[in-house]
């Protein structure tokens, strides 16, 4: 008697897989390649896009953006964005303060909704920031929206803006690559030149001095050097050159520019540990980083006190690239990097997540930390079940009151929020962002 084939169900799992990931302050998405958006984490500035104010401990499918044409999916701190490039349109969600959802308020979105501004515009990429946002077109021309007290929107103001507006200081470039720190950002020109703008008072900029630029202002010392990809941490800059090598500058408290010191740099400064090896592709952390070679090793460095670099300990800080060791025997096609936990992919279709877990945002039921990559079965070629996955998508509602988000602390008259810390009640956003990030 014959053995019986798959059935059809089971063979469109084995053909299911994630093409896309992006990790934000403590929430995570994924875009399979059967149109599906899937979130989990902290959702209580409807960063999830579930229409609720809830975390969620596992993968859940995102039920506006269903079969909708998505191509990429970016994390800000607390927000959520899903380009379709054929369709041209731009959907983002979650926390609005600022203008950073460019829906032209700064009112908060529980669901995704199309950005206006940037219907029909060609927009292929996106990178977010803690409160801005900046779009990339085809054509390599550049739109930004959200905060913009330190200039990270290139402008040549402080004014935030609540709707795309076109970065003018480069009309007349290709960026081909582009990157958002905490209130930075990062751009990479078709001829190889580095440009900066923003907060720079840790260097961050590349320019030789620690001040902020409100256009953006070439990155020195690179000579005949030719860049063609970027990454930002919170306050840290990186790009990797057309020969494969790394260079960091800004921040480095933590040993996350990889040179082996904690020493900050105002400009770039090519990362020796690396040398040698062909990096491919790069990511920045709030305080840690991690990179990939052409054979799909990956390197992990930076701060590591919830084990977000992957090296199986809480070593406070690694101050220059090493092996993730229990990923040597994986190809690493894709990763990102949250606050403080690190999201990879392999070729094979095989997903891990690792570091801080406390509000779900490593999708694997559970709350604990992981100091090493562990597989996340839900997303994972061969463990995914793809009926089970369609199910959890559900009809959204539009807004959640702020009293359904925060719990009331009795007797104070304030709402609680941030890992207990208590914050006054209206209006609702009002702790600052250094508040939340000293926070787990």
């Known amino acids: 008697m014959e053995a019986e084939g798959p059935s059809q169900s089971q063979a469109d799992e084995q053909r299911v897989k994630v093409v896309s990931v992006s990790c934000g302050s403590s929430h995570s998405i994924a875009l399979l390649s059967c149109d599906m958006v899937m979130s989990w984490g902290r959702g209580e500035d409807g960063q999830l896009g579930h229409g609720d104010a809830d975390d969620r401990n596992g993968p859940e499918a995102v039920h506006t953006l269903i079969r909708k044409g998505v191509t990429g999916v970016h994390c ?54 803690d409160t801005h946002t900046i779009a990339m077109t085809a054509v390599g021309k550049l739109y930004g929206f959200g905060r913009n007290q330190n200039g990270q929107l290139g402008l040549g103001t402080s004014t935030d803006q609540l709707h795309p507006t076109l970065i003018d200081a480069l009309q007349d470039s290709r960026v081909i690559s582009v990157a958002c720190g905490a209130e930075h950002t990062l751009a990479a020109l078709d001829t190889g030149e580095l440009y900066a703008w923003g907060w720079g008072r840790y260097g961050n900029l590349g320019d030789g001095e620690k001040t902020d630029r409100h256009t ?20 840290h800059s990186a790009a990797i050159t057309t020969d494969g090598s790394v260079f960091t500058f800004g921040w480095s408290k933590y040993g996350q520019l990889g040179h082996g010191t904690y020493e900050d740099l105002a400009v770039p400064k090519r990362v020796e540990a690396l040398q040698g090896v062909n990096v491919v592709l790069l990511s920045g952390g709030w305080r840690h980083a991690v990179a990939a070679d052409d054979q799909g090793r990956m390197y992990g460095w930076g701060w590591n006190k919830f084990g977000q670099v992957g090296i199986g300990s809480t070593q ?59 597989l996340l079965t839900a997303l994972s070629v061969g463990t995914m079940n793809l009926q089970e996955l369609e199910q959890t998508a559900q009809p959204q509602h539009h807004y959640v009151p702020a009293a359904d988000r925060y719990a009331v602390v009795p007797d104070q008259g304030h709402a609680q929020m941030f890992g207990g810390m208590s914050v006054p009640q209206a209006p609702v956003h009002t702790v600052p962002a250094s508040v939340e990030r000293s926070m787990q």
Not at 216 to 235: A, D, F
């Open 216 to 235: 953006p202002t070439h990155v020195k010392k690179l000579g005949s050097i030719r860049m063609r990809q970027v990454s930002c941490g919170w306050r």
């Open 76 to 129: 800000g701190a607390e927000y959520t964005v899903a380009v379709c490039r054929e369709r041209q349109e731009v959907y983002s969600w979650g926390w609005g303060d600022f203008g950073r959802l460019g829906h032209g308020s700064c009112s908060d979105s529980f669901i995704p909704h199309p950005i206006k501004g940037l219907s029909r515009k060609g927009v292929i990429s996106v990178a977010c920031g």
């Open 316 to 374: 406070d800080s690694v101050a220059t690239p090493q092996l993730i060791a229990a990923l040597q025997n994986d190809k690493i096609s894709q990763f990102a990097c949250g606050w403080r936990h690190t999201l990879a992919l392999t070729q094979q279709g095989q997903m891990y997540s690792w570091g801080r877990g406390v509000s779900g945002q490593l999708g694997h039921a559970e709350t604990l930390d992981l100091t090493s990559p562990k």
